[in-house]
T-cell receptor, first 114, second 112 residues
Framework: GAGVSQSPRYKVAKRGQDVALRCDPI?????LFWYQQALGQGPEFLTY????????KSGLPSDRFFAERPEGSVSTLKIQRTQQEDSAVYLC????????????FGQGTRLTVV | SQKIEQNSEALNIQEGKTATLTCNYT??????LQWYRQDPGRGPVFLLL???NEKEKRKERLKVTFDTTLKQSLFHITASQPADSATYLC???????????WGLGTSLAVNP
């Protein structure tokens, strides 16, 4: 596609519900990143994939957060048993290589846990 | 701990003037630094990347400097326009060539 696509754009979940957020990166991009952005804050790193390999998941806040990229393209970020503190915008970015190159971001998914 | 600071207050300038945004960091030795623009409800958009061995980089009306001694980057927009109004974020590589560490961003408003 022309850019990074994320879906859904908005998600309202009841506390305790599981959610799945999808990211379609730019075709051919090796690297894929997930970030969490709270209102008025900069993005916070969650996890990084190089192709299908999850090379860094040090930013995932708890074991309720899980990400996968099974075929090295589309990625899914899953949050189990959502809590109110999970409310944020979840951004996906892809780049042709790893660090040191331009990252292309999607529009994000705004998650609100009520 | 590792820390990145950007201008804490919103910046308001008149159209045609030069906007200067600051990014300071501590406890880091980044190999590169990036600047992004973010509009409300959108993801960040890449503007410029500068490496540790580069002092200055330009792109059209944008200029970035990188002083590894002062641990500071300055981002300049010359001949500013109302369309430049946005939040500008600086991001550093975390040393493992993978994730970026981000500042909080500086809100810029260019008044016509």
């Amino acid at each position: 596609g022309a850019g990074v696509s994320q879906s859904p754009r908005y998600k309202v979940a009841k506390r305790g519900q599981d959610v799945a957020l999808r990211c379609d990166p730019i075709s051919g991009h090796v690297s894929l990143f997930w970030y969490q952005q709270a209102l008025g804050q900069g993005p916070e790193f969650l996890t990084y994939f190089q192709n299908e390999a999850q090379l860094d998941k040090s930013g995932l806040p708890s074991d309720r957060f899980f990400a996968e990229r099974p075929e090295g393209s589309v990625s899914t970020l899953k949050i189990q048993r959502t809590q109110q503190e999970d409310s944020a915008v979840y951004l996906c970015a892809s780049s042709f290589q790893g660090g040191g190159t331009e990252a292309f971001f999607g529009q994000g998914t705004r998650l609100t846990v009520v | 701990s590792q820390k990145i600071e950007q201008n804490s207050e919103a910046l308001n300038i008149q159209e045609g003037k030069t906007a200067t945004l600051t990014c300071n960091y501590t406890n880091y030795s980044p190999a590169y630094l990036q600047w992004y623009r973010q509009d409300p409800g959108r993801g960040p958009v890449f503007l410029l990347l500068i490496r540790e061995n580069e002092k200055e980089k330009r792109k059209e009306r944008l200029k970035v400097t990188f002083d590894t001694t002062l641990k500071q980057s300055l981002f300049h927009i010359t001949a500013s326009q109302p369309a430049d109004s946005a939040t500008y974020l600086c991001a550093l590589d975390a040393g493992n060539n993978r994730k970026l560490i981000w500042g909080l961003g500086t809100s810029l408003a260019v008044n016509p």
